[in-house]
Nanobody, 124 residues
Framework: QEKLVESGGGLVQARDSLRLSCQTP????????MGWFRQSPGKEREFVAA????????YNDESVKGRFIISKDNRKSVVYLQMNGLEPEETAVYYC?????????????????WGSGTQVTVSS
């Protein structure tokens, strides 16, 4: 079974930065589109950012564009999410997921495989 493992979460103060990592099985990031989602307490899981297997990226423009950067290392098969200027309302569990190429990258149902998430807590 394919397994995605997120890391890098923690407790930070408002306006701090964090970099999340998602370790994937070998070559996964070259075969699949990869996405980051987040879920805050009492809210639905929402799309954050995605990177296609060929490299183009997509962001949730309304909430994170200009502050978050998604990237990947094909050799290490890792996907990163650099988060800058974090705010308390962005406290959430952040999930990494993999989707088949050609499916809508911002839609949760496109993603077939999910990690168990990493907690990010932003204090005010």
């Amino acid at each position: 079974q394919e397994k995605l493992v997120e890391s890098g979460g923690g407790l930070v103060q408002a306006r701090d930065s964090l970099r999340l990592s998602c370790q994937t099985p070998p070559k996964t990031v070259m075969w699949y589109n990869m996405g980051w989602f987040r879920q805050s307490p009492g809210k639905e899981r929402e799309f954050v950012a995605a990177i296609s297997r060929s490299g183009p990226v997509t962001y949730n423009d309304e909430s994170v564009k200009g502050r978050f950067i998604i990237s990947k290392d094909n050799r290490k098969s890792v996907v990163y999410l650099q988060m800058n200027g974090l705010e308390p309302e962005e406290t959430a569990v952040y999930y990494c997921a993999a989707a088949q190429p050609g499916t809508p990258s911002t839609v949760m149902s496109s993603y077939e495989t999910w990690g168990s998430g990493t907690q990010v807590t932003v204090s005010s």
